[in-house]
């Protein structure tokens, strides 16, 4: 119940067009789900984050679409660019007082050819 | 300031040494985290500190020993480690707030190679 199913694995992706990311959840508690963008050597970055009583969250070109009766989110890149190339965790986490553990779903590697 | 640093950027060891990694925000945050990376996986939680106290150890062996001197500094002393602990280690912070305590933000972590 506490894991976060990432896909797919790897990701290949034309330069201008969508990646799509899956992640899907089994507690229905988590209520915070971070995207994470990491390039190789460095620490993962907060990428955009959504709660669950938003459907849709939109930041720039990253899109962060919800379903909470699926218990499924995705990440959305429009106009992808060779940029984006890195790896993307999800994450799920749930607001309890004090600090709150993240469920990292186990990463999308995306490239994106030129 | 929106940073996490860590220091230092890489450190080879051997199996008889200690040594210290070391972490800071001046973000303010009040909860501060290390992560153990290896390749190609997802961070995966060791220690969680709160308001400068231990809050959650994830069963990390005694080697692994972390210490939060003030609300700005986290460190991880490290002694007698084994070659499988060769990883990049991530610090991270979040900021008090009900809303606000998930937002986790990752240093740029220390390469460790244990040899």
């Known amino acids: 119940q506490q894991q976060v199913k990432q896909s797919p694995q790897s990701l290949i992706v034309q330069k201008g067009g969508i990646s799509i990311i899956n992640c899907a959840y089994e507690?229905?508690?988590?209520?915070?789900f971070p995207w994470y963008q990491q390039f190789p050597g460095k620490g993962p970055a907060l990428l955009i984050a959504?709660?669950?009583?938003?459907s849709e969250k939109k930041e720039g070109r990253f899109t962060i679409s919800f379903n909470k009766s699926a218990k499924q989110f995705s990440l959305h890149i429009m106009d992808s660019q060779p940029g984006d190339s890195a790896t993307y965790f999800c994450?799920?986490?749930?607001?309890?007082?004090?600090?709150?553990?993240?469920?990292f779903g186990t990463g999308t590697r995306l490239k994106v050819l030129a | 300031d929106t940073e996490v640093t860590q220091t230092p950027k890489h450190l080879v060891m051997g199996m008889t040494n200690k040594k210290s990694l070391k972490c800071e925000q001046h973000?303010?945050?009040?909860?501060m985290y290390w992560y153990k990376q290896k390749a190609k996986k997802p961070p995966e939680l060791m220690f969680v500190?709160?308001?400068?106290?231990?809050?959650i150890n994830e069963s990390v062996p005694s080697r692994f020993s972390p210490e939060c001197p003030n609300s700005s500094l986290l460190n991880l002393h490290l002694h007698a480690l084994q070659p499988e602990d060769s990883a990049l280690y991530l610090c991270?912070?979040?900021?008090?707030?009900?809303?606000?305590?998930?937002?986790?933000?990752f240093g740029p972590g220390t390469r460790l190679t244990v040899l």
């Open positions: 973000m303010g945050h009040r909860a």
């Open positions: 500190y709160s308001y400068e106290k231990l809050s």
């Open positions: 991270a912070s979040s900021r008090p707030g009900r809303r606000t305590y998930n937002e986790q933000f």
């Open positions: 994450a799920a986490s749930r607001t309890t007082s004090g600090t709150y553990k993240y469920i």
């Open positions: 507690n229905t508690a988590f209520d915070y």
């Open positions: 959504i709660r669950p009583d938003v």
